[in-house]
């Protein structure tokens, strides 16, 4: 069983920058997968990005991809989110998740482990 802890979101406005991180806890965390997802108010689960068990390969949403960096630490247990030039849309409750079997790693019922999520709000 894994835990996972989201911290370091917040309040911040447009064209500024957030770093989540996602302690995790219990199991073996180098077997997992790691992902990032989101949820805005009235919409559906929606991918943000992915990082491989040895952190060599990563995988990024378009809405995404350029501005927000995904990274891990095997040694702390703990993915990262670096988020940079973030906008309105970005405004969202972002989750982390872990799989031992992710195939698809855009696909979160592939994902057994969630956080609580931290709510991430970027003003005009």
């Known amino acids: 069983q894994v835990q996972l802890v989201e911290s370091g979101g917040g309040l911040v406005q447009a064209g500024g920058s957030l770093r989540l991180s996602c302690a995790a806890s219990?199991?073996?965390?180098?077997?997992?997968?790691m992902g990032w997802f989101r949820q805005a108010p009235g919409k559906e689960r929606e991918f943000v990005a992915a990082i491989n068990r040895s952190g060599s390969s990563t995988d990024y949403a378009d809405s995404v991809k350029g501005r927000f960096t995904i990274s891990r630490d095997n040694v702390k247990n703990t993915v990262y989110l670096q988020m940079d030039s973030l906008k309105p849309e970005d405004t969202a409750v972002y989750y982390c998740a872990a799989g031992a079997r992710v195939f698809t790693k855009r696909n979160y019922g592939q994902y057994d482990y969630w956080g609580q999520g931290t709510q991430v709000t970027v003003s005009s």
């Open positions: 219990g199991g073996t965390f180098r077997n997992n997968v």
